[in-house]
C-alpha cells in the first residue's frame, strides 16, 4: 500500500486503496503534552525527593526517581499517540482515527451532527490550539478533534456545519 504525504499540510492519501485524504494533527500539540509532562512530572520529582528525603531519610528519596522514569516513558509514548491521530473529511463523513493499542476509527455521517462546537482552554490558547467536538443524536457518537489550528478548527466547524444543515434537510 502506497502513502504520500504532503509536508506543508499533513494530508496522507491512500492512493493504493483510493482512500480519503487523512490529515493528521499539528506539532504544537506534541509539544504542548511533552511540556506538561515534564512541568507535572518534574514537580512531582522535586516534591517526592523533599518530603521523603525529610520525613523518613535520605535513603528514601530515591523514590523521587518514579515520577522521572514516568517522564522517560511517556516521553516517547506521546509522541506514539500524537502520531496515531487523524481526521478525513469524505462526501458523507467525517472519520477519526486514533490509539496506538486499542485503535479506533470512528465515522460520523454528516447529517447526524447536531452541534459542532470549537474550544479552546488557556493552555492551548497559549500553544496557539483549539479543539473540535462534534455532537450527534447518539452520545456513545460523539468526537473530538484535539489540538487543532485555530483557523482549521474554525474552517472545520463552518464546513461540517453546513455538509450537516445540507444532509439533514434531506432526511
Known amino acids: 500500500m502506497e502513502t504520500g504525504t504532503s509536508e506543508d499540510s499533513g494530508r496522507t492519501t491512500d492512493r493504493a ?12 500539540l506534541l509539544r504542548m503534552r511533552r511540556l506538561l509532562l515534564v512541568v507535572w512530572m518534574g ?4 516534591a517526592t525527593g523533599l518530603l521523603t528525603g525529610l520525613l523518613a531519610g535520605p535513603g528514601w528519596a530515591a523514590f523521587a526517581l518514579l515520577p522521572l522514569a514516568v517522564l522517560l516513558w511517556g516521553w516517547p509514548m506521546l509522541g506514539r499517540n500524537w502520531r496515531s491521530w487523524r481526521y478525513a473529511e469524505r462526501s458523507d463523513d467525517l472519520l477519526i482515527s486514533k490509539g496506538v493499542l486499542w485503535h479506533e476509527e470512528t465515522v460520523v455521517p454528516y447529517g447526524r451532527m447536531q452541534l459542532v462546537e470549537v474550544t479552546s482552554g488557556p493552555v492551548e490558547r497559549h500553544f496557539g490550539l ?3 467536538q462534534l455532537h450527534t443524536a447518539a452520545a456513545a457518537t460523539d468526537a473530538r478533534i484535539p489540538g487543532l489550528d485555530p483557523a482549521e478548527a474554525e474552517r472545520l466547524r463552518d464546513r461540517l456545519t453546513e455538509l450537516g444543515e445540507a444532509r ?4
Open 17 to 28: 486503496a483510493g482512500g480519503p485524504a487523512w490529515i493528521s494533527l499539528p506539532p504544537g
Open 168 to 171: 439533514s434537510a434531506g432526511l
Open 130 to 132: 483549539a479543539s473540535v
Open 43 to 46: 514537580l512531582l520529582t522535586v
